[in-house]
């Protein structure tokens, strides 16, 4: 389904969590795909890891968004660089920043999260896509 918003871009809805809040791709007054967070009353412009075009996937009953996004701006005929992405009030995290340096990975995508803050979602190694599943570490004390 399509929506039309208020704020004159058009949009599609991905996800809804139990709470009624939805998440998912609207057209920004620059032309720009971007991921929205919706609370029921307000629009939120999640924004973009850099480039121009982003998009939640999920959003669990915490209020946590994951998605994808662009790193830089996309020519043409150039292949964006996209990463996974975990949104939550109004802070932005590349999901590859959460993970271990040197470990190989790049998550590119991420398409669901749990109300425990397990995220499943595709990622790059050796060159080959593979499905992840990402847990998070207890704090440490």
């Not at 990975?105 to 599943?133: M, S």
Request: hydrophobic letters at 40%; a negative charge; proline letters at 4%.
């Amino acid at each position: 389904v399509s929506l039309r918003f208020r704020v004159g871009g058009t949009g599609c809805g991905a996800a809804i969590n139990e709470l009624g809040d939805v998440v998912g791709i609207a057209r920004t007054a620059k032309d720009e795909d971007h991921a929205f967070y919706w609370d029921g009353t307000s629009m939120v412009d999640i924004g973009t890891l850099g480039g121009n075009w982003s998009q939640a996937e999920s959003i669990n009953n915490l209020g946590y968004v994951v998605g994808g996004s662009f790193l830089r701006l996309a020519a043409p005929d150039d292949r964006a660089i996209e990463h996974a992405f975990l949104w939550k009030g109004g802070r932005l995290m590349d999901l590859n920043d959460l993970i271990p340096a040197g470990c190989g990975w790049t998550i590119e995508f991420a398409h669901d999260i749990n109300d425990k803050g397990q995220i499943v979602g595709v990622g790059a190694r050796d060159g080959r896509y593979e499905a992840v599943l990402l847990t998070p570490q207890p704090p440490q004390m």
